[in-house]
């Protein structure tokens, strides 16, 4: 059985009429629709509540700014990287989509330890130092930093937008706030599809960009502006014409029929993280003073 | 002309989709019919060198287009998305006719010249003043295929043409089509509008699945 069919057909036929454009293509969305509250989305899920996965994300990201130590950072790294296996977030698509992303932290790293040398110098070339265990330990750290704060954003895709979005209602986040947030989440895949068609329209018009100086490459990328922003502005005025139909922000409080509600075990983790980031402190003032 | 010699393609994502194809344009102008989901973008898509086969080859006249980058491939085929919106870049529709060319090294006036003409032939002059954000649907879709006919492709996918055109829009594109495939020019039109297949004298192929129904 095709789930992603059905979701998509289920999904117009749920009175989205032909609203979207994604209703006609070929490919039904990603995500579905998350303002319709018939369905309990994931509701009898083994995973946590959604509010426990904010709070370790915010323990995570909190440390990730703070802390200064290589160690520190590849433990708490760790410790993220459990947590997504855990959730059983998919780390191949993840990491595809940030390969790029990876280079560029590793074009980091070496520089780093080019030009901010310290410590022991492990590689040089005539007298200047190309690696040093400073310079390295700094590189390290950005790159743990940086793939700490994607590990804990990437905690939250196992959940439906549904779920989430329900989860910052809950947590007394105005509607229209945790509303938008979700929206441009979801269209950011169908924002990604309409860009690589541009691009693939502009390359068949016998383009070929690697022949092109930089100035004409500035040139063409401007062009690309244009249908961005035209699809963009068509999804906001389609969408913004069926929020009307259903009567969105009629009234002044809305209601829910899927809710959320904190079980034992989700208790049970919100304790274990409060008292980790207690720990965290006291490990951090004592290493401090010490 | 287009020839497929027993090609598949899955999405990476969507394993339980294949193509499975082996087909060879036998006229000027080739009409692959099918259910929604059937395949048939995938198909115009493999044609026009926007995706890659898993297995098996595509061939333009007896060459490979593996090897071939999409600017390349671009010089000989065409290819109308169903959404017109996504193929059009400048504000005006001169310019978009003229951009690619200046680009590719025209100089200004000639890029400009050869727009007027295009402009003239898919009945644009209305329009040149309009930005082309306002365009309606119809006059989208010529300006996309005046901009793609000025790279003087040999093939040309449409993919749905006739989707939100009224019957005298569909009979004026069967028209410009016609003249087209007059000069020569292979097409491969997907539709599920048997009429306007067969007011181009297309050549009718099924595709069911994945996989092209014979006779
Ligand atoms: N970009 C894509 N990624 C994954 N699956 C896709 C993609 N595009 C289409 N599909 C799937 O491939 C199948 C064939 O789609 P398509 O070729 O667009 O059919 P048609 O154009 O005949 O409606 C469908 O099941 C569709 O869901
Ligand atoms: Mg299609």
């Known amino acids: 059985m095709d789930s992603r069919k059905v979701k998509g057909r289920e999904w117009c036929q749920r009175g989205r009429f032909a609203l979207t454009p994604q209703c006609q293509g070929n490919r039904p969305p990603d995500t579905a629709p998350d303002t319709a509250d018939t369905r309990p989305a994931d509701t009898d899920s083994k995973r946590p509540d959604p509010r426990v996965i904010f709070a370790l994300a915010l323990f995570f990201s909190g440390f990730g700014v703070a802390l200064r130590d290589v160690r520190f950072m590849a433990a708490l790294l760790c410790l993220a990287l459990l947590c997504a296996v855990l959730l059983r977030v998919r780390f191949k698509r993840l990491f595809g989509r940030f390969k790029r992303l990876w280079q560029v932290v590793l074009m980091v790293a070496l520089l780093q330890s080019l030009f901010a040398p310290s410590g022991l110098v492990w590689l040089q070339l005539w007298n200047v130092p190309l690696l040093t265990s400073g310079g390295l330990e700094k590189g390290l750290l950005v790159l743990f930093r940086l793939a700490l704060f994607i590990t804990s954003a990437a905690l939250f895709t196992p959940y439906p937008a549904r779920a989430l979005i329900q989860a910052m209602v809950q947590l007394r986040l105005p509607y229209e706030v945790a509303y938008m947030v979700s929206v441009g989440i979801r269209f950011i895949p169908q924002l990604g599809e309409e860009l690589r068609d541009s691009l693939t329209a502009l390359a068949l018009r016998g383009i070929v960009i690697r022949e092109l100086k930089l100035k004409q490459r500035v040139k063409l990328y401007s062009y690309l502006l244009l249908p961005v922003l035209a699809a963009s502005l068509q999804n906001a005025r389609e969408l913004a014409m069926s929020l009307d139909m259903r009567a969105f922000r009629a009234h002044p409080k809305r209601t829910s029929y899927y809710t959320l509600t904190l079980n034992r075990w989700d208790w049970v983790l919100l304790c274990v993280i409060l008292l980790l980031t207690l720990f965290a402190f006291f490990a951090w003032f004592a290493v401090k003073s010490w | ?215």
């Not at chain 2, 000989?76 to 090294?105: S, V």
């Not at chain 2, 007059?182 to 099924?206: K, M, N, Q, Y």
């Open chain 2, 1 to 215: 002309m287009i020839r497929f010699e027993q090609v598949t393609f899955a999405y990476p994502n969507r394993q339980d989709f294949r193509l499975t194809v082996d087909f060879f344009a036998s006229g000027a102008c080739t009409a692959l019919l099918g259910e929604n989901g059937s395949g048939k973008t995938t198909f115009g898509k493999l044609a026009a060198g926007i995706l890659k086969p898993d297995t098996g080859r595509i061939l333009y006249d007896g060459q490979d287009i593996a090897g071939l980058k999409l600017g390349e491939i671009g010089r000989q085929a065409g290819y109308l998305f169903q959404e017109p919106a996504r193929q059009i870049f400048a504000a005006r529709p001169l310019e978009e006719i003229a951009f690619p060319l200046e680009l590719r090294g025209m100089a200004k006036p000639e890029a400009e010249q050869k727009a007027r003409a295009l402009c003239e032939e898919f009945e644009l002059n209305d329009t040149l003043d309009q930005t082309t954000y306002t365009l309606s649907r119809g006059e989208k879709q010529r300006l996309a295929l005046a901009a793609i006919m000025a790279c003087e492709p040999r093939f040309l996918v449409l993919d749905e043409p006739t989707t939100g055109l009224d019957r005298r829009r569909r009979e004026l594109l069967a028209a410009t089509l016609r003249r087209l495939l007059a000069r020569d020019l292979g097409l491969l039109v997907i539709t599920h509008d048997r009429t306007f297949a067969e007011s181009l004298g297309a050549d009718p192929r099924f595709i069911k699945e994945g996989v092209l129904l014979d006779g």
